[in-house]
């Protein structure tokens, strides 16, 4: 499949052009102009472009892709980064923000799916869009049921605050960082948070707010939209793809 296509077509299913990020996204390095195999991993890092390299992949999807805010030089590690997908000649496609929040094949869309959990609204805008969602259980379910859920579908969560009901009603779900999201969840009448990490200004919120939370690691909780972009490739265009796991206990 030509790259230019795939691209048009993953610029069009995520709403790349419409959707405010903190660096620009989509394709960011060009490489060649065949595609024939599919690599993704959640950050672009050096362990997962090798990955990508020695699965044979001609296109790399990532989630956190090369560029935040504030142009870099191209020197150090990131330089020699750029180098070696410009060398290898291996197309990089990044989908952050757009990825998080998309409805089918997003972070947040996967998790509520794992979990067993209906998307019922939006929460946490960012520059006029809602990046994560609010959800409700599919049946009774206590936060153990959920915690369990977690656990099966991912790994153990790296912390857990019980200090909301233990029958869950409503969940904030926000892949990644969204610690800070504790007082949004908490207007939209969410008794519960699932997350990936927090940081130690909110350190005693949740008590405070009597409210549930799972913080399952950043990593682990956006490892999820990409293997489902990817299968969503394979499906329409029949692209083999593989996920390469370069994780972060974080």
């Not at 997962?48 to 956190?64: E, F, K, M």
């Not at 997908?85 to 509520?112: F, K, M, R, S, V």
């Not at 019922?120 to 259980?137: F, N, R, S």
């Amino acid at each position: 499949m030509l790259r230019a296509e795939i691209v048009a077509y993953l610029d069009n299913l995520l709403n790349i052009a419409a959707i405010p990020d903190y660096g620009p996204q989509g394709l960011q390095v060009e490489g060649r102009a065949e595609v024939h195999r599919v690599a993704v991993a959640v950050d672009v890092a050096h362990a997962a472009i090798d990955g990508a390299l020695a699965a044979g992949a001609d296109l790399l999807i990532v989630h956190h892709g090369l560029f935040w805010g504030e142009a870099r030089r191209l020197v150090g590690a990131f330089g020699h980064k750029v180098r070696r997908l410009l060398t290898a000649d291996l197309n990089l496609y990044a989908a952050h923000l757009a990825l998080d929040l998309h409805p089918t094949l997003g972070n947040n869309a996967e998790l509520c799916r794992l979990l067993g959990l209906r998307p019922v609204g939006t929460y946490y805008p960012y520059k006029g869009v809602d990046v994560g969602l609010v959800a409700e259980p599919v049946g009774t379910m206590t936060f153990d049921a959920l915690l369990a859920a977690f656990t099966a579908a991912l790994q153990p969560p790296l912390r857990v605050t019980a200090f909301g009901p233990e029958v869950v009603k409503r969940v904030a779900v926000c892949s990644g960082d969204a610690g800070r999201t504790l007082e949004a969840a908490h207007a939209q009448g969410c008794d519960t948070l699932v997350t990936g990490e927090t940081d130690y200004t909110v350190a005693h919120l949740a008590e405070e707010l009597g409210m549930n939370v799972l913080y399952g690691g950043h990593y682990a909780t956006e490892t999820l939209g990409v293997q489902a972009l990817a299968r969503h490739l394979q499906d329409q265009f029949g692209l083999p793809w593989g996920f390469v796991d370069v994780p972060v206990n974080l």
